[in-house]
């Protein structure tokens, strides 16, 4: 069964006549004939009652016309679909993103997203950057936001945002009062910091042990928010980016600048290498 044979077939019937669906189409009248035959033979039915003046649809014609509407119109929309697509009008972009990260910046993602492709969803999974990458090389997520540097061998790696690391203490905190503060300074403090499963949490460690010890690690968390909340209860000190300050408000929590040299925080925009990118995807890439 062919959809030319189908859309021939329901030609047809809105003219009810073999001549007058010829007459509104490039097709003759014979070729309109030779495909609601063809139709009847493949079906093993009659479609038309022939034997009165005007052709009328018999019961199995009529279902026949009711399910190749349906057909047409399926196969129809395939083409709409896929402009929608190219046009970006339409789709969904899951997207990876650390919970601290996440809370920095996705919300101005989203927006931007928003107001370009109001009809792009995009579908949030917050785990540890280590996980990010993970889930971007099983195709369970199209794109990650990750802490550099990743996996050039399997990834497509864009820059996205750079930050710098500074100490967040207790107001309190004697070194609260120094302008800068060297890491070997941390020597003797609690650290708090993102569990085992979070890039972090492998990056301070690895800090403190290049300037000569290793960090006493008195509570780890998943949530940035409640490590602060650690720090505001002077149960520790951390090292995290200078960008979370403005997204706290604690006032007994305090930030030192660290002296040179300083460590940044180099966050990067991840796709899977080889893999297809949707044209909603491609699109969305463009706007980092």
């Not at 033979?41 to 003046?53: K, M």
């Not at 061998?153 to 100490?167: A, C, R, Y």
Request: proline share 5%.
């Amino acid at each position: 069964m062919e959809l030319r044979d189908l859309r021939s077939f329901i030609e047809v019937v809105i003219h009810q006549s073999f001549t007058k669906a010829a007459a509104h189409s490039y097709l003759s009248q014979p070729s309109f004939s030779k495909a609601v035959k063809k139709l009847e033979e493949e079906l093993n039915v009659e479609l038309f009652d022939r034997s009165t003046r005007h052709l009328r649809l018999t019961d199995a014609g009529q279902i026949v016309y009711e399910q190749a509407q349906k057909a047409v119109e399926s196969l129809s929309e395939i083409t709409t679909l896929l402009d929608d697509l190219k046009n970006v009008t339409s789709g969904e972009i899951r997207i990876g993103i650390p919970p601290l990260i996440g809370t920095l910046f996705f919300p101005t993602i989203a927006m931007r997203v928003q107001e370009k492709y109001p009809n792009v969803s995009l579908h949030l999974v917050e785990r540890g950057a280590k996980l990010i990458g993970q889930l971007v090389e099983n195709g369970q997520v199209d794109l990650g936001i990750i802490v550099l540097p990743a996996d050039t061998s399997k990834f497509n790696v864009q820059p996205f945002i750079t930050d710098e690391f500074v100490l967040y203490v207790h107001i309190n905190h004697p070194l609260a009062k120094q302008n800068t503060v060297e890491i070997s300074e941390l020597k003797e403090e609690k650290f708090i910091l993102f569990s085992d499963e979070f890039t972090l949490h492998d990056y301070i460690k690895n800090v403190c042990i290049e300037a000569g010890f290793i960090p006493e690690v008195s509570y780890q968390s998943s949530q940035w928010d409640l490590i602060l909340e650690l720090v505001s209860s002077q149960f520790g000190v951390t090292l995290l980016p200078k960008s979370i300050y403005s997204k706290q408000n604690n006032p007994n929590v305090h930030i030192v600048p660290l002296a040179e040299p300083t460590l940044y925080w180099r966050l990067g925009i991840i796709t899977k290498k080889d893999a297809y990118h949707s044209f909603a995807l491609k699109e969305v890439l463009k706007m980092f």
